[in-house]
């Protein structure tokens, strides 16, 4: 059973809905959650990053950490076209920078 | 500015031959990381630098992967005798700093380099 668990997909919505994508881990030392979004043929950019428990938002998304479930999840509203790609969460533990990511969920916004 | 960046893009190899791939991170970055990308995987860490200590290589699959980091910036990844299973993008990453406890450093990604052995 991998680290962190993610589905892969795809998720297709359309054009100002809400998307709404999660992943599970096992490690209960994670302390760092991100999400990063990669369209084709580029590298992953980030997010946006939780530290521990609670919520965070950023414009139209959103993160929310639940470590006692160990479930995070990204909320985007009013989705875009342009929002299509592959997302990916990624996590650490407090010390250190090597992040373990989830397969990532690739996600269709249709017009 | 100018930001992480690899080549070749794209490398096309016959099977049991060596290939190099190299990366240049975003200057004045501390910290460089690789990570693979394939379909049945997701994003594997394979080994990151930082500074002068030696490296992190736990995630490497096998001895015949290696990587270094000369003066601090450019990084080679090699794949000697390559194998099918070695085909898959490989990513590379720089960041300001290495987190310690109760830091965060973004690690900045290339666009990759595509391997296919043949």
């Known amino acids: 059973q991998k680290e962190v668990e993610q589905d892969p997909g795809p998720l297709s919505v359309p054009e100002g809905a809400i998307v709404s994508l999660n992943c599970t881990y096992s490690?209960?030392?994670?302390?760092?959650f991100m999400w990063y979004r990669q369209y084709s043929r580029k590298g992953p950019e980030l997010l946006m990053y939780t530290y521990s428990s609670g919520n965070k938002e950023d414009g139209r998304f959103t993160a929310q950490v639940d470590k006692s479930s160990k479930y995070i999840s990204l909320f985007i509203r009013d989705s875009q076209p342009s929002d299509s790609a592959t997302y990916l969460c990624a996590m650490r533990e407090a010390a250190g920078n090597k992040l373990t990511f989830g397969g990532g969920t690739r996600v269709l916004v249709k017009p | 500015g100018a930001g992480v960046s690899q080549s070749p893009s794209n490398k096309v190899t016959e099977k049991g031959k060596d290939v190099e791939l190299r990366c240049d991170p975003i200057s004045g970055h501390t910290a460089l990381y690789w990570y693979r990308q394939s379909l049945g995987q997701g994003l594997e860490f394979l080994i990151y630098?930082?500074?002068?200590?030696?490296?992190?290589k736990s995630g490497l699959p096998s001895d015949r992967f290696s990587a270094e980091r000369t003066g601090g910036s450019v990084s080679t990844l090699t794949i000697q005798r390559t194998q099918q299973e070695d085909s898959a993008v490989y990513l590379c990453a720089s960041s300001l700093g290495y987190g310690g406890a109760g830091s965060f450093y973004e690690q900045y990604f290339g666009p990759g380099t595509r391997l296919t052995v043949t």
């Open positions: 490690n209960s030392a994670f302390q760092y």
């Open positions: 630098f930082q500074g002068n200590s030696a490296p992190d």
